[in-house]
């Protein structure tokens, strides 16, 4: 996961589940819609300011955990 605050444009995530049964995850930055994604998300042409991602697991039932994994950032480019 990256830092509370990046200097730069994009940022990579990598989480993990625990049930045996896991299928895949659906991940939602700020107010997008939610897509489906794999354990490794990049995220490109970000605009400075804060910035949450959520990550909800699903299972082979398509049942999807209660309450997303939750990580907060904000992207600040300096200034050159």
């Not at 509370?4 to 989480?15: A, E, P, T």
């Not at 697991?57 to 999807?64: C, I």
């Not at 904000?74 to 050159?80: D, Q």
Request: charged share 30%; aromatic share 6%.
């Amino acid at each position: 996961a990256p830092p509370k605050v990046v200097h730069k444009r994009s940022v990579r995530f990598k989480f993990s589940g625990k049930a045996a049964t896991l299928l895949l995850f659906k991940c939602r930055l700020d107010r997008q819609k939610p897509v489906n994604c794999s354990n490794k998300i990049s995220v490109k042409r970000l605009s400075t300011g804060k910035h949450t991602l959520r990550v909800w697991a699903l299972d082979q039932t398509g049942k999807q955990s209660k309450r997303p994994a939750v990580r907060s950032f904000k992207v600040k480019i300096r200034r050159r």
